[in-house]
């Protein structure tokens, strides 16, 4: 169980085109959602969180103009790099929460490497 | 806010032996740790957790510790394996799934 996916696992796009990152949670509904970046031999950064049907609250530091999180339904949640560049290249890491007696445990999908040129 | 320190950051043992991953937190109110494996190139993947109310817990090989008063807890692999070379991520988080903050990580590295 707790099993969450993203879609595409890797994606190659041209400078000023935008990006959708699909992440899901396949056997839980998700109260919350969260995304991470990640750079080489670094932790997770925290991005921002969402919860279902509200507007996704984001980290100090990041655009949320540039980074667009919609979150759908209780298993859906969408994060688009607007207008990417070579600098937003990273392992973009979503992971998804539910509450259960107590913290809520959080379960990562298994990341999308973005590579802007 | 919370701070999460995590040592050693690179770590080598020998197959068969012991491997321990200590971190500390800053932040009383946190109440949930949870451990996290990382293979190259995927999502990192809980391994196990502890809460504040419990001072051990054990999964076949693996253990996790919590020092509430000295705000510390580790974790401890017996028995490595090569396939337990990742990189280990500590975690502190107070609330429901929210608040998580990451330690830097440890490179764990089982040599055969």
């Known amino acids: 169980g707790a099993v969450v996916s993203q879609h595409p696992s890797r994606v190659i796009c041209k400078s000023g085109t935008s990006v959708k990152i699909e992440c899901r949670s396949l056997d839980f509904q998700a109260t919350t959602m969260f995304w991470y970046r990640q750079f080489p031999k670094q932790s997770l950064m925290l991005m921002a969180t969402?919860?279902?049907?509200?507007?996704?609250?984001?980290e100090q530091g990041v655009e949320k103009d540039k980074f667009l999180i919609n979150h759908a339904s209780l298993t859906l949640s969408t994060l688009t790099v607007t207008s990417a560049h070579p600098e937003d290249s990273s392992f973009y890491i979503c992971?998804?929460?539910?509450?259960?007696?107590?913290?809520?445990?959080?379960?990562f999908g298994p990341g999308t490497r973005l590579t802007v040129t | 806010g919370e701070n999460v320190e995590q040592h050693p950051s690179t770590l080598s043992v020998q197959e068969g032996d012991s491997a321990v991953i200590k971190c500390t937190y800053s932040d009383s109110a946190s109440n949930y740790f949870p451990w996290y494996k990382q293979e190259l190139g995927k999502g990192p993947q809980l391994i196990i957790d502890i809460r504040s109310n419990v001072g051990e817990k054990k999964d076949q090989r693996i253990a996790v510790t919590l020092n509430k008063t000295a705000k510390h807890f580790s974790l401890h692999i017996t028995e490595t394996q090569p396939e337990d070379s990742a990189v280990y991520f500590c975690?502190?988080?107070w609330g429901y799934g929210q608040n998580f903050v990451f330690g830097p990580g440890t490179r764990l590295s089982v040599l055969p």
């Open positions: 992971s998804a929460s539910s509450p259960s007696g107590g913290a809520g445990e959080q379960y």
């Open positions: 969402s919860n279902e049907g509200s507007k996704a609250t984001y």
């Open positions: 975690a502190a988080s």
